[in-house]
């Protein structure tokens, strides 16, 4: 059965660090891995969708890099700001009739 | 740019009671699903819909029955409510099974059992 990890629970940091969120799952057999953003009280927002045969992909201060051999995939945000606090989410679809298996999410808190 | 919308918003109900949660999208998507979310235990997919016609269990079933009405409108219902099903109820929707669209969610509905 798949399982997505994400380390660590929450996370604290100064305004302007770049920073690396850490997901990792169990069976490398995906069909693309997707990262949300949730904030306190609302759904969650796509944000970047890798498929299985890219390694990464970018939307403005964001990348998202995928190791599907390591079963890992990592979301950077450079020059982090208040305004990126919230909890990150990571999901993977596997091949196969299956829906989204998703992580607990980090909760990011930027420090103005 | 409505996307997947949910109502109600909010909801207060008794034990024993019943209700209906209503979710519609407007994305053509023919994949769409309910998942609850609870402190502590992340997002659990309750059931899903792979295409108009289908549904299917997800990881936490019991006491919950699905209707997918047509293509755009999914609903949920509690047909006797427990205050174990006190939580944030959100509904998603997906081009489809093997699609490499994103998953869209809307912005839930926070349901109160008392």
């Known amino acids: 059965k798949q399982e997505v990890t994400q380390i660590p629970a929450a996370l604290s940091v100064p305004e302007g660090e770049n920073l690396v969120l850490n997901c990792s799952f169990t069976?490398?057999?995906?069909?693309?891995l997707q990262w949300f953003r949730q904030d306190p009280g609302k759904g969650l927002t796509s944000l970047l969708l890798?498929?299985?045969?890219?390694r990464e992909q970018t939307s403005g201060r964001l990348n998202a890099s995928l190791d599907k051999s390591s079963g890992r995939s990592t979301l950077y945000i450079a020059a982090s700001q208040p305004g990126d606090s919230a909890t990150y989410l990571c999901?993977?679809?596997?091949?196969?009739?299956?829906?989204?298996?998703f992580g607990k999410g980090t909760r990011l808190s930027v420090i103005a | 740019n409505a996307g997947v919308t949910q109502t109600p918003k909010f909801q207060v109900l008794k034990t024993g009671q019943s209700m209906t949660l209503q979710c519609a999208q407007d994305?053509?998507?023919?994949?769409m699903y309910w998942y609850r979310q609870d402190p502590g235990m992340g997002l659990r997919l309750i059931y899903y819909?792979?295409?108009?016609?289908?549904?299917d269990k997800g990881e936490v079933p019991n006491g919950y029955n699905v209707s997918r009405l047509n293509k755009r409108e999914f609903s949920l219902r509690l047909e006797s409510a427990a205050p174990s099903q006190t939580s944030v109820y959100f509904c998603?929707?997906?081009?489809?099974?093997?699609?490499?669209?994103?998953?869209?969610f809307g912005d839930g509905t926070r349901l109160s059992i008392l």
């Open positions: 998603a929707s997906r081009g489809g099974f093997f699609s490499n669209q994103p998953q869209h």
């Open positions: 069976d490398s057999a995906i069909y693309n």
């Open positions: 890798i498929q299985s045969s890219q």
């Open positions: 999901a993977v679809k596997e091949a196969g009739n299956t829906p989204l298996v």
């Open positions: 994305m053509n998507h023919n994949s």
């Open positions: 819909s792979a295409s108009e016609g289908t549904t």
